[in-house]
């Protein structure tokens, strides 16, 4: 499994950026997928995530109605809209996938269930 993510950069307040995460090596229709984050010394914070069917989401009170998470299956790459970014969004952020059926329970933004992660792409968000 590789998972492998691109798009982070420099935005103002109020702007906007799309994450990529290419995967590879799983298929979508059985893994769940999620996008989280990580300032540096603090514990990384879940963000996002979609079931493996794609018809369950879920997203962290910080972000909920600012960001959205899909997937485009023929290209084998999930997506982090991000829309109205703040400072506090400042962060590393990663894509990870579990064949668990995380995203549909309690532990769906939570570090534990997934095994597969990318390497990280970062975004800052500053005047």
């Known amino acids: 499994v590789q998972l492998v993510e691109t798009g982070g950069g420099l935005v103002q307040p109020g702007g906007s950026l799309r994450l990529s995460c290419e995967v590879s090596?799983?298929?979508?229709?059985?893994?769940?997928v999620a996008w989280f984050r990580q300032v540096s010394g603090r514990k990384r914070e879940g963000v996002a995530c979609m079931s493996e069917t794609g018809d369950s989401m879920k997203y962290a009170d910080s972000v909920f109605g600012r960001f959205t998470i899909s997937k485009d299956t023929d290209k084998d790459t999930i997506y982090l809209q991000m829309n109205k970014l703040e400072p506090e969004d400042t962060a590393v952020y990663y894509c990870?996938?579990?064949?668990?059926?995380?995203?549909?329970?309690?532990?769906?933004?939570?570090?534990?269930?997934?095994?597969?992660w990318g390497q990280g792409t970062q975004v800052t968000v500053s005047a």
């Open positions: 990870a996938a579990t064949i668990a059926p995380a995203c549909g329970g309690p532990w769906a933004l939570v570090e534990g269930p997934y095994g597969d």
């Open positions: 090596g799983f298929t979508f229709g059985d893994w769940n």
